[in-house]
């Protein structure tokens, strides 16, 4: 076992991309994943798995069929699997994603272009 | 679905005890919890599960029969499941722990006294 801590800025400041989510971490069969996003992602869900979104910067809505959430720093929302959901910042936000390990975040939206994710930082 | 978010802070303000984890989210098998600590905890393991401290406030030194970490805000660290570790605060830390749910917080310390954690907030 390593003994070297996971700083979160650190993590950030080692990629610009957005939408682009990259593990930091796992427990268990689970990753833990951070995100910059902004602008609009497409509608999908994540039939095996919950996601739960944890902003650590910013401010991100999260719309569903009937109605929307908003987070702000420090607030988190677990959506269950199988709902749909669409990711909304208006400005780059940065969070923190948990879900089972192998998640791509399109979900179900267009399983011709999913591709692993398993890009660790 | 409801669409309550969950704040941080305001769930650290529903509670003042200290080594005693309270639940905030489920996602799929695993709890997020929030704790409060201060001083010495025992030396334990988790044998079942691995167990994600992220440090919201604070600092917390884990130590191992091996060697030690310190974590301050905005820091994680992955305990893989069987390794021994002992959390330690000078002044109360707050945290937020992830785990497989049903986990209780002595792990094989005193299977004795072991009582299942339910306490969501």
């Known amino acids: 076992m390593g003994l ?3 700083n979160i800025k650190e993590k950030f400041n080692k ?3 957005q939408w682009s989510p990259k593990i930091i971490a796992q427990m268990n069969d689970h990753h833990i994943k951070l ?4 602008g609009d992602f ?3 869900s994540h039939k095996d798995t ?3 979104f ?3 910067e910013g401010e991100l809505r999260i719309d569903f069929r009937d109605g929307s959430v908003t987070l702000h720093e420090g607030e988190m929302f677990v ?3 199988g709902v749909e959901h669409k990711p909304f910042a208006e400005n780059e936000c940065k969070i923190m994603l948990l879900e089972r390990a192998g998640t791509v975040s ?3 939206a267009d399983s011709s272009t999913i591709i692993e994710e398993n890009d660790w930082i």
Chains 1, 2 share one sequence.
């Open 35 to 38: 995100a910059r996003i902004e």
């Open 54 to 56: 944890f902003v650590i």
């Open 4 to 6: 070297n801590t996971i």
């Open 42 to 44: 497409v509608w999908h």
């Open 50 to 52: 919950d996601e739960v």
């Open 15 to 17: 990629f610009s991309e």
């Open 106 to 108: 399109t979900g179900d």
């Open 79 to 81: 959506v269950p699997k």
